[in-house]
């Protein structure tokens, strides 16, 4: 492990001595007044979540301060809607695209995409008092089971491609969905088992159901616009240095690891 580590470690060195190389100081200097534009739905912890008075934290907003102080440059966050995001990313002028984002091919239509800093999959979660068993595809995939999901991300590509028989109901927001299932007005939701391990701090009556074996597996990318190598250059070399010593698991421990201190 050691010298793959050292591995990543040294090619980020390298990328960013080439970025230096490659990018006039002028070019720089210029560059440094103009707000590093992130676009985010911000309803996804640990990866991107809105606090109500109109910040936002989380891991992947982490990674962007971070990226915005390395280039020397002020952040603004902008609100999107994960419905949204194909028309949005590009008319509301955003440079990049935070908050647990999927590699799915649709969105390379629209935007480039980083290295993969992290992998993922789809898992569900269901009330502890329901006697059903939901753990399998087959298992949720009947006809009186009410799945739920949000609008217009992955999770409703999942629960439309794999639970033609179920009842699903599509949720306008990854936030309130989940009184939907403690209400017992929906019976299961399969979103990202970082989420879900999360999310059942937040509600004790909810429990994630084998997060560490999910149903798929897919990488988690930041958004570039597109045609901008130098800004992607710089923000993979950015992403290899925080993974390559650590740091990104240490971030992504805070809110989900066993002594997690982020609030839920």
Same mark, same amino acid.
């Given at each position: ?11 980020? =060195? ?9 990018? *006039? ?12 534009? &992130? $676009? /985010? *739905? ?5 990866? !991107?979540?809105? +606090? *109500?008075?109109? %910040?936002? #934290?989380?891991?992947?907003? +982490?990674? @962007?301060? %971070? ?8 952040? /603004? ?5 994960? @419905? %949204?995001?194909?028309?949005? =990313?590009? !008319?509301?002028? $955003? +440079? ?30 269901? #009330? ?18 009410? &799945?739920?999901?949000? #609008? ?6 999942? !629960?439309?491609?794999?639970? *033609? ?12 969905? =989940? ?20 999310? &059942? ?6 429990? &994630? ?8 597996? =897919? ?20 992403? @290899? ?22 609030? !839920?």
């Amino acid at each position: 492990m050691t010298h793959i580590v050292g591995r990543v470690a040294a090619a980020a =060195f390298a990328a960013a001595t080439v970025l230096a190389l490659a990018v *006039p100081s002028s070019a720089q200097e210029a560059a440094d007044p103009n707000a590093l534009r &992130v $676009c /985010t *739905p911000g309803d996804y912890p640990p990866y !991107a979540i809105a +606090d *109500p008075d109109g %910040g936002y #934290r989380g891991v992947d907003i +982490d990674l @962007a301060r %971070g990226f915005a102080d390395v280039l020397h440059r002020p952040i /603004t966050f902008v609100p999107v809607t994960w @419905a %949204g995001m194909k028309t949005d =990313f590009a !008319a509301l002028d $955003c +440079d990049l695209a935070v908050g647990g984002i999927s590699d799915q091919p649709t969105r390379r239509a629209f935007a480039d995409f980083s290295l993969t800093y992290g992998t993922d999959g789809k898992t569900p979660i269901a #009330r502890h008092s329901d006697p059903t068993d939901y753990s399998t595809v087959e298992q949720i995939n009947r006809p009186e089971v009410r &799945v739920i999901a949000n #609008r217009g991300g992955t999770n409703e590509e999942f !629960a439309r491609k794999n639970f *033609p028989n179920a009842q699903l109901t599509l949720w306008p927001d990854n936030l309130s969905i =989940f009184g939907e299932i403690e209400q017992g007005r929906a019976d299961v939701f399969v979103t990202d088992s970082v989420e879900g391990r999360f999310r &059942v701090r937040q509600h004790p009556d909810l429990r &994630v159901l084998h997060p560490e074996q999910p149903f798929d597996s =897919f990488g988690k990318v930041i958004l570039i616009r597109k045609d901008a190598p130098v800004l992607a250059a710089e923000l993979n070399t950015w992403l @290899a240095t925080r993974m390559a010593t650590g740091a990104l698991d240490r971030s992504l421990d805070q809110w989900i690891g066993p002594n997690a201190t982020e609030p !839920a």
